[in-house]
């Protein structure tokens, strides 16, 4: 049915990391209709989330006002009041206890311009790294698997590769929910050519149902799949020895659990235990299925990786991540068209407002690092700071964040754009520390109350989506802008202009004038933007040529764009001059084709990691004999504070369940729709049950979005070494019917 509006303004999605453009049809100020951009990678289509935005913006519970807390109950009051509180509170906790008694925890969801101004703000200003985000229970094992295999984060390739592929492996996503449209184009693929899809997963999901190879297995023994592969490449000799004797070298850790390099027969000795017999036996996965997947990930002309939560969200994600990219760089599958290692993102801006800005606690914008004097230096230096000012310690992860905040060490913390109160694991621990009255929460927030607000000291009012204007970076480092299309709610305000008054006082009132003006100029996002451009142009990152103009007329452009008259879209591949990436010669001038250039100390090759098989923190066993694991619905958005604004989405998705296998299902005398207990270690909730086959027998999944329901109680927080990550996919839990 065709929507009269009185205009149609170009923008992108608000929700996952896929980042359809989209236009939004505005009529009488008011939003009232969304249509896909057919000239965005997308090509028009958007998923079910994307169609309903509109119906987010005026919801009954949308914050119009800066609330503070007056016992249980709320109290408007106004922007002034709100702020000279928590800069009262924030300057009495710095004046006291120094400046490591202040947080920030931000999200994948903030403009970039945002999470770039609060990481200047306390990494730059305050001298504190206790700034981390929601990208750390999500990206953060991709991001540093990409490091430690490439030396660089971020995917080399883009969605253009989906046309060249002729072999999907997905593994640990479940892409028809999670990323619809980006399936969409593989699906369609498949309708035309003669590609073949292998599904690597612990759920029968929609996304393993279109597979031509579906290999299921225990959660959290997929490790040992993927060394059986490598086994398997390696004894039929279906590697690219050429590939990688000139791209690659092969490393372990050392006693000193320092790196030391290898041969590639040590390689080879290592996996020779990792047969496909021991893979079955730990995975039960049939080995007939795992040998197939390894020769069509060889064999095939191009090989493209798609994984997501069940990789990342693991306590050895980041090997997992090593061992997908060891499959690329073995069989030479990377670095042309078709073949690549490419991360799915679950956020719209955990790649361009996170990972890149630098907004975790051991990050410097533009792929710097905290432990880096070098990388300091150079930002303090860009910044316009004295020397060593930006703290030389990594400041806590997500988890050791809120862990400080519940000991009392950090005193008042800032939570912005995500609900924390709901979606970190190990649920309770973590709301008594919110909810402490000894210390001060702010939560800024479009709706009120949610699982964090209702925790909170003071609630400030955020504009959403097209209220207000910024620029998001989404999985393939595609960089779009996003308008402002409509005012405010009430007295809502944009983030932006949110951190930038907080830090303009901020630093006033620490008697800091000077500074205050000088570090935050500002007059509009495109301002930070430039500054941001500028920060990025030395570096492996530089998109200086995006200029704000340009993204505003483009759909989007992937960096590097080094220069203002680099051809839109930018830079389809990286890593490879073939193929189109400028910065090759830049940083490795002898190169002829292909240099993986960030990692120069090892000649700018890649890393194929000798990693052993390790299972998760908490497998089942006798007294908790399931395995649960939580994720997303295709209707619904986290932790459900817009999604489920809108009528038709709940229709759809409406509660809270518990999926079970039919076989346990019978076992234990379960129907569907029977109440059913579910017990960790660390809590219980009552569900109903849905008997289906989609777990595997011994797996049960719960999503994570129904506020009502905070399946995270029970969720262990055990997480990766090296990432920080959280191991939301695997907990044991024992079930019963109530
Ligand atoms: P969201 O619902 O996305 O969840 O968890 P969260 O980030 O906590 O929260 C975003 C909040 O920002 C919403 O409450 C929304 O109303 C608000 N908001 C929207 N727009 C704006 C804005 O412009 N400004 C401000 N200030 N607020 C705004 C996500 C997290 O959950 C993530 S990233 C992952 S990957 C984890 N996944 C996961 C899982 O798979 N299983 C389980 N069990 N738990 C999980 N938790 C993690
Ligand atoms: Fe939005 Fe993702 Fe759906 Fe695209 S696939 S419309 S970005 S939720």
Same mark, same amino acid.
């Given at each position: 049915?065709?929507?009269?509006?009185?205009k149609?303004?170009?923008?992108?999605?608000r929700?996952?990391?896929a980042g359809?453009?989209?236009?939004i049809?505005?009529?009488?100020?008011k939003? *009232?209709?969304?249509k896909?951009?057919?000239k965005?990678?997308?090509r028009?289509?958007l998923?079910?989330?994307?169609?309903y935005?509109?119906?987010?913006?005026?919801?009954?519970?949308?914050?119009?006002?800066p609330?503070?807390r007056?016992?249980?109950?709320?109290k408007?009051?106004s922007w002034d009041?709100?702020?000279?509180?928590?800069v009262?509170?924030?300057a009495?906790?710095?004046?006291?206890?120094?400046?490591h008694?202040?947080?920030?925890?931000?999200? !994948?969801?903030s403009?970039s311009?945002?999470s770039?101004?609060?990481?200047?703000?306390?990494?730059?200003?305050?001298?504190?790294n206790?700034?981390?985000?929601?990208?750390r229970?999500?990206?953060?094992?991709?991001?540093?698997?990409?490091?430690?295999?490439?030396?660089?984060d971020e995917?080399?390739?883009?969605?253009?590769?989906i046309?060249?592929?002729?072999?999907?492996?997905?593994?640990?996503?479940?892409?028809?929910?999670?990323?619809p449209v980006?399936?969409?184009? *593989?699906?369609?693929?498949?309708?035309?050519?003669?590609v #073949?899809?292998v599904?690597v997963d612990?759920?029968?999901?929609?996304?393993a149902?279109?597979?031509?190879?579906?290999l299921?297995?225990?959660?959290?023994?997929?490790?040992?799949?993927?060394h059986?592969?490598a086994?398997?490449?390696?004894?039929?000799?279906?590697?690219n020895?050429?590939?990688?004797?000139?791209? %690659?070298v092969?490393k372990?850790?050392?006693?000193?659990?320092k790196?030391v390099?290898v041969?590639?027969?040590?390689?080879?000795?290592?996996l020779?235990e990792?047969?496909?017999e021991?893979?079955?036996?730990?995975?039960?996965?049939?080995?007939?299925?795992?040998?197939?997947?390894?020769?069509?990930?060889a064999t095939?002309?191009?090989?493209?990786?798609?994984?997501?939560?069940g +990789?990342?969200?693991?306590?050895?994600?980041v090997?997992?991540?090593?061992?997908?990219?060891?499959l690329?760089l073995l069989?030479?599958?990377?670095?042309?068209?078709?073949?690549?290692?490419?991360s799915?993102?679950?956020?719209?801006? %955990?790649?361009?407002?996170i990972?890149?800005?630098?907004?975790l606690?051991?990050?410097?914008?533009?792929?710097?690092?905290i432990?880096?004097?070098k990388?300091? &230096?150079e930002?303090?230096?860009?910044?316009?700071?004295? #020397?060593?000012?930006?703290?030389?310690?990594?400041?806590p992860t997500?988890?050791?964040?809120?862990t400080?905040?519940?000991?009392g060490?950090?005193?008042?913390?800032w939570?912005?754009?995500t609900?924390?109160? @709901?979606?970190?694991?190990?649920?309770q621990?973590?709301?008594?520390g919110?909810a402490?009255?000894d210390t001060?929460?702010?939560?800024?927030?479009?709706?009120?109350?949610?699982r964090?607000?209702e925790l909170?000291?003071? *609630?400030?009012?955020a504009?959403?989506w097209c209220?207000?204007?910024?620029?998001?970076?989404?999985s393939e480092?595609?960089?779009q802008?996003l308008p402002q299309?409509?005012?405010?709610? !009430?007295?809502a305000?944009?983030d932006?202009?949110?951190?930038l008054?907080?830090?303009r006082k901020?630093?006033t009132?620490?008697?800091?004038e000077d500074e205050a003006?000088?570090?935050?100029?500002?007059?509009?996002t495109?301002d930070?933007?430039?500054?941001?451009? &500028?920060?990025s142009?030395?570096t492996?990152?530089?998109?200086?040529g995006?200029?704000?103009a340009?993204?505003?007329?483009?759909?989007?452009?992937?960096?590097p764009?080094p220069?203002?008259?680099?051809?839109?879209?930018?830079?389809?591949?990286?890593?490879?001059?073939?193929y189109?990436d400028?910065?090759?010669?830049k940083?490795?001038p002898?190169?002829?084709?292909?240099?993986?250039?960030g990692?120069?100390?090892?000649?700018n090759? &890649?890393?194929?990691?000798?990693?052993?098989?390790?299972?998760p923190?908490?497998?089942?066993?006798k007294?908790?004999?399931?395995?649960l694991?939580?994720?997303?619905?295709?209707e619904?958005?986290h932790?459900g504070?817009?999604?489920?604004?809108?009528?038709?989405?709940?229709?759809?998705?409406? @509660? %809270?369940?518990?999926?079970?296998?039919?076989?346990d299902?019978?076992?234990?005398g379960?129907?569907t729709?029977?109440?059913v207990?579910l017990?960790?270690?660390?809590g219980? +909730?009552?569900?109903?049950? #849905?008997?289906?086959?989609?777990?595997?027998?011994?797996?049960?999944?719960?999503?994570?979005?129904?506020?009502?329901?905070l399946?995270?109680?029970?969720v262990?927080?055990?997480?990766?070494?090296?990432?920080?990550?959280p191991?939301f996919k695997?907990?044991a *839990?024992?079930?019963?019917?109530?």
């Amino acid at each position: 049915q065709a929507v009269e509006v009185d205009k149609w303004v170009k923008s992108v999605c608000r929700y996952c990391g896929a980042g359809c453009g989209l236009y939004i049809g505005v009529k009488g100020g008011k939003v *009232v209709a969304v249509k896909g951009d057919d000239k965005n990678w997308n090509r028009g289509y958007l998923c079910v989330k994307g169609s309903y935005l509109p119906k987010i913006l005026d919801a009954p519970d949308r914050l119009k006002y800066p609330m503070v807390r007056d016992g249980n109950k709320w109290k408007r009051i106004s922007w002034d009041k709100a702020m000279n509180l928590m800069v009262s509170k924030f300057a009495e906790a710095i004046k006291k206890y120094g400046p490591h008694a202040v947080g920030f925890y931000g999200s !994948g969801q903030s403009f970039s311009e945002e999470s770039y101004l609060a990481n200047k703000l306390y990494k730059g200003a305050l001298g504190t790294n206790n700034i981390d985000g929601n990208p750390r229970l999500c990206m953060a094992s991709a991001a540093v698997g990409y490091v430690t295999s490439f030396g660089k984060d971020e995917p080399m390739g883009s969605y253009d590769d989906i046309y060249h592929a002729d072999c999907f492996f997905i593994i640990g996503s479940n892409m028809s929910e999670a990323h619809p449209v980006i399936f969409r184009l *593989v699906m369609e693929q498949k309708r035309k050519r003669n590609v #073949k899809i292998v599904v690597v997963d612990p759920r029968k999901t929609l996304t393993a149902r279109n597979a031509d190879l579906y290999l299921d297995f225990v959660p959290g023994t997929d490790l040992f799949i993927l060394h059986a592969m490598a086994h398997v490449i390696v004894k039929e000799k279906l590697y690219n020895k050429d590939f990688f004797d000139k791209h %690659a070298v092969f490393k372990k850790m050392g006693p000193d659990n320092k790196p030391v390099n290898v041969t590639f027969d040590e390689y080879v000795k290592f996996l020779e235990e990792y047969t496909p017999e021991l893979a079955e036996q730990k995975s039960g996965c049939p080995k007939e299925k795992i040998i197939q997947a390894a020769r069509w990930f060889a064999t095939s002309k191009a090989t493209m990786s798609f994984w997501c939560m069940g +990789i990342n969200q693991r306590t050895r994600g980041v090997w997992a991540n090593n061992l997908i990219h060891n499959l690329h760089l073995l069989t030479g599958q990377i670095c042309r068209p078709g073949a690549t290692p490419f991360s799915l993102t679950g956020q719209p801006n %955990a790649c361009g407002g996170i990972r890149d800005v630098g907004l975790l606690s051991h990050l410097l914008p533009y792929g710097r690092v905290i432990a880096n004097e070098k990388h300091r &230096a150079e930002m303090e230096e860009f910044w316009g700071i004295p #020397k060593g000012r930006i703290h030389s310690k990594p400041g806590p992860t997500a988890i050791e964040l809120f862990t400080k905040f519940a000991e009392g060490e950090i005193k008042c913390l800032w939570v912005v754009c995500t609900n924390p109160g @709901q979606s970190l694991p190990n649920l309770q621990k973590y709301r008594k520390g919110m909810a402490s009255g000894d210390t001060f929460l702010v939560v800024s927030e479009a709706y009120h109350p949610s699982r964090t607000s209702e925790l909170a000291d003071l *609630v400030l009012p955020a504009a959403l989506w097209c209220e207000k204007e910024g620029t998001y970076g989404q999985s393939e480092r595609r960089y779009q802008y996003l308008p402002q299309v409509i005012k405010p709610l !009430g007295e809502a305000k944009s983030d932006f202009e949110v951190i930038l008054t907080f830090a303009r006082k901020l630093l006033t009132a620490l008697g800091r004038e000077d500074e205050a003006k000088k570090l935050f100029p500002y007059k509009t996002t495109e301002d930070v933007w430039n500054e941001m451009r &500028a920060c990025s142009k030395n570096t492996v990152y530089n998109f200086w040529g995006m200029t704000r103009a340009r993204l505003i007329k483009e759909h989007g452009m992937l960096w590097p764009v080094p220069t203002e008259d680099y051809p839109a879209p930018g830079t389809l591949r990286r890593f490879t001059a073939k193929y189109g990436d400028p910065l090759v010669k830049k940083f490795d001038p002898k190169a002829e084709d292909i240099s993986f250039y960030g990692n120069p100390a090892d000649g700018n090759r &890649a890393i194929i990691w000798l990693r052993p098989a390790v299972g998760p923190a908490e497998p089942a066993d006798k007294d908790y004999p399931f395995v649960l694991t939580t994720g997303r619905l295709i209707e619904h958005w986290h932790t459900g504070t817009m999604t489920m604004k809108v009528p038709e989405l709940m229709r759809a998705a409406p @509660q %809270a369940f518990v999926e079970i296998n039919p076989k346990d299902a019978q076992k234990l005398g379960i129907k569907t729709g029977d109440k059913v207990r579910l017990t960790s270690r660390r809590g219980s +909730i009552v569900l109903p049950a #849905k008997v289906v086959d989609i777990p595997r027998p011994g797996v049960l999944f719960v999503p994570f979005h129904y506020p009502e329901k905070l399946i995270n109680d029970l969720v262990t927080d055990a997480f990766d070494a090296l990432s920080k990550q959280p191991e939301f996919k695997i907990s044991a *839990v024992r079930i019963e019917k109530v």
